[in-house]
């Protein structure tokens, strides 16, 4: 069984598009569905994070509005970046409804203590640390969680997801991640092949995968979807 949720961003939770303003302002669009999506995993007891080189302040938005337990931001820079972890599930505001993510698309993150600098406020917990990969983050989080990756579950499209990717127990890309990355197999030394969805990136893909493992607690179906 799945314990832990992990996903990219660019081209998984938005169609890897970056829409630019007059300003010179980045903006990005997130699809509502994969945010209920992940809104349920976290309330069948399954955390939910985000993995992403950029230090986005639109992601860290949507992060906090679903009040992710992981948001590493800078994670996997090829500058060599500090990375940033927020932990957003101990705010003390009440977890977002299915009504209140429908007709909304402000963004929220999360972050928890580190030996690094660490700050508690009102908008979650954060802490600066080292530069790390995606792999490396990954495993953090198991050790917090006292699981191993073959009980994770990562969604990624590109080149630099595939470390990540291979060690996992249940890969999961879009149909429009990157050759390489659709090629990940047990044949070439993967945990597990990789599970292509039918649903592109940021337009539910997450929405699609996330059904797809609630679908396997039973128990849970007819608390959380009705």
Do not use: W
Not at 10 to 25: F, H, K, N, V
Not at 31 to 56: F, R
Not at 152 to 166: A, F, K, P
Request: aromatic share 4%.
């Amino acid at each position: 069984m799945i314990k832990l949720f992990l996903t990219d961003v660019d081209g998984c939770l938005t169609d890897g598009g970056m829409y630019y303003s007059a300003e010179g302002e980045v903006m990005k669009r997130f699809c509502v569905y994969d945010g209920m999506g992940m809104v349920c995993l976290q309330q069948a007891g399954i955390p939910c994070g985000i993995l992403t080189s950029e230090k986005s302040p639109l992601v860290k938005a949507r992060a906090e509005k679903l009040k992710l337990r992981f948001l590493y931001l800078g994670v996997g820079s090829k500058v060599g970046k500090s990375v940033t972890r927020y932990d957003f599930s101990l705010q003390d505001a009440p977890s977002p409804s299915l009504s209140s993510e429908l007709h909304s698309s402000s963004p929220s993150l999360s972050s928890e203590s580190h030996s690094s600098s660490v700050l508690l406020g009102s908008r979650g917990v954060s802490a600066e640390l080292p530069p790390m990969s995606k792999l490396q983050a990954a495993r953090e989080i198991c050790t917090q969680l006292g699981i191993t990756l073959t009980d994770v579950c990562y969604v990624g499209d590109d080149i630099n997801d595939i470390d990540l990717l291979r060690e996992v127990g249940l890969p999961c890309c879009p149909p429009n991640a990157r050759p390489e990355v659709k090629g990940i197999s047990k044949s070439s030394g993967a945990q597990a092949d990789i599970r292509i969805l039918d649903t592109p990136g940021g337009q539910g893909a997450i929405r699609e995968l996330a059904d797809l493992i609630l679908d396997q607690i039973p128990t849970q179906k007819g608390v959380i979807r009705g």
